[in-house]
């Protein structure tokens, strides 16, 4: 049972959609102490030293657990609250995962995925990555309902070339999920690179007399040509804002 909630749990992780992680696959079966923390930890796409952090604890304490050098430690109810379950749970593999909450519950879309949120040189970057997102790779992330067909992140949008004054408009600081396997056809929204910039760049793809041009929402922009030297990294599939 453990190798299934493992296995599942490093699936998750490597799509970028660790919130995929069933929750009910993890019950009084689940292995042991060192399984528990490790699969959590993953589910969770933290570092060993990210989980130290929350706990308060050192990275070598749980370096030690989930070796099982050490087979348990009396700062077990922090580490459950750190990775969100309940310390019973982690502690014997019995009772609820989830560690309970006097806040009342909200209904939830029947799932949500987990993205990293990375930089636009990361972006750029991306296809020569041999490892997108090792271990640590980020430190923070955002949920979507959106299930990605590849490996997938968030953009801030920086400057104001998507902002249009009708229609659709994509003004700075909006989130932008982007999809490096979605299906790229003229009209969508693109994550590009071009050859003489270190950096990806978001424009609207489109198509003229056999050529593709990079557009930008923005009418005061210029379009640009994505030729040979032109990568699409992949298109827009969420967008999400913050007040």
Known sequence: ?????????????????????????????????????????????LSQQQLAERAGVSQVTIQHLESGRNATSKRLVEIARALNVSAEWLDS???TTVEPSNVAPTVQPNMSYRYPVISWVAAGAWAEAVEPFPPGFSDRYEISDYNSKGVAFWLEVRGDSMT???????PEGMMILVDTEAEVT??????????????????????????????PLNPEYKMV???????????????MGKL
Not at 4 to 30: H, P, R
Not at 225 to 239: K, M, Q
């Open 1 to 45: 049972m453990i190798t299934q909630v493992i296995n599942e749990a490093n699936t998750c992780y490597l799509k970028g959609d660790n919130a995929c992680f069933t929750l009910s696959v993890m019950n009084e079966d689940s292995g042991t102490l060192k399984d528990r923390i490790y699969a959590r930890r993953v589910a969770l796409g």
């Open 93 to 95: 593999g019995k009772s």
């Open 164 to 170: 249009a004054p009708t229609g659709t408009s994509i």
């Open 186 to 215: 003229s009209g969508k929204l693109v994550i590009a690179k071009l050859a003489n910039s270190g950096e990806a760049t978001f424009k609207k793809l489109v198509e003229d007399g056999g050529r593709r041009y990079l557009k």
């Open 225 to 239: 040509e994505c030729g040979e030297d032109c990568r699409i990294i992949g298109v827009a599939v969420r967008v």
